[in-house]
């Protein structure tokens, strides 16, 4: 599968606990994103990371996230002591180079984060 | 603040009509425009961009740009059930931001 793959599809949460999202962008991609989406809401930028670089983190709430992306492995969306409000759907895309205009940003399937 | 608007539905459409998705965005200087597809509970999927002014087709479906009214719209002809979904506008304004896009039914 070339796509992007994120997981775990499902996560569940106590308040206080951490959260770890993993996503690894489409082959050949070397741009990723990482949105929020809450119930009947629209898609939130939160980040925008280059292998090694945070590039734009504009998006991310001030405390408790963070996001990377290493030389290897996946990028990693972080929360801790997570709250009731964190729950939503976390979606990861990835892009090619973006130049002078922004390349078409392809989506992964999401996790779907749940704090009880 | 940039400013991505569209009118949220739902818009309700015969089998075979054509469905007309409408996006306006504040940034006068995005230069890129995208349209996604997200079925309930599913991830956006690209459908078109565009970032010239004008209509861009590609099969059933028509993505037109216009900068100077800040417009951006996707019509869809002859819309098939299949097509029912939430349409997600999004614009490039150093990051993309996104429409709270507008619910689609294609009645059968």
């Known amino acids: 599968n070339a796509g992007v793959m994120q997981n775990p599809r499902h996560l569940v949460r106590r308040r206080g606990q951490e959260a770890r999202l993993r996503c690894s962008p489409m082959?050949?991609?070397?741009?990723v994103y990482w949105y929020r989406q809450l119930p009947e809401e629209g898609l939130k930028f939160m980040v925008y990371?280059?292998?090694?670089?945070?590039?734009?983190e504009s998006g991310m709430p001030k405390e408790r996230f963070s996001a990377e992306f290493p030389k290897e492995g996946p990028s990693i969306l972080r929360i801790q002591q997570v709250v009731r409000g964190d729950s939503a759907a976390y979606f990861c895309?990835?892009?090619?180079?973006?130049?002078?205009?922004?390349?078409?940003?392809?989506f992964g399937d999401g996790t779907r984060l749940s704090i009880l | 603040q940039k400013e991505v608007e569209q009118n949220s539905g739902p818009l309700s459409v015969p089998e075979g009509a054509i469905a007309s998705l409408n996006c306006t965005y504040s940034?006068?200087?995005?230069?890129?425009f995208f349209w996604y597809r997200q079925y309930s509970g599913k991830s956006p999927e690209l459908i078109m961009f565009?970032?010239?002014?004008g209509d861009k087709e590609d099969g059933r479906f028509t993505a037109q740009l216009n900068k100077a009214s800040q417009y951006v719209s996707l019509l869809i002809r002859d819309s098939q059930p299949s097509d029912s979904a939430t349409y997600l506008c999004?614009?490039?304004?150093?990051?993309?931001?996104f429409g709270t896009g507008t619910r689609l039914t294609v009645i059968p």
């Open positions: 895309a990835s892009s090619r180079d973006r130049g002078g205009l922004s390349q078409p940003q392809h």
């Open positions: 990371l280059q292998k090694e670089n945070i590039i734009d």
């Open positions: 565009i970032y010239s002014n």
């Open positions: 940034d006068r200087g995005s230069q890129s």
């Open positions: 082959k050949g991609h070397s741009h």
């Open positions: 999004a614009v490039d304004a150093n990051n993309l931001f």
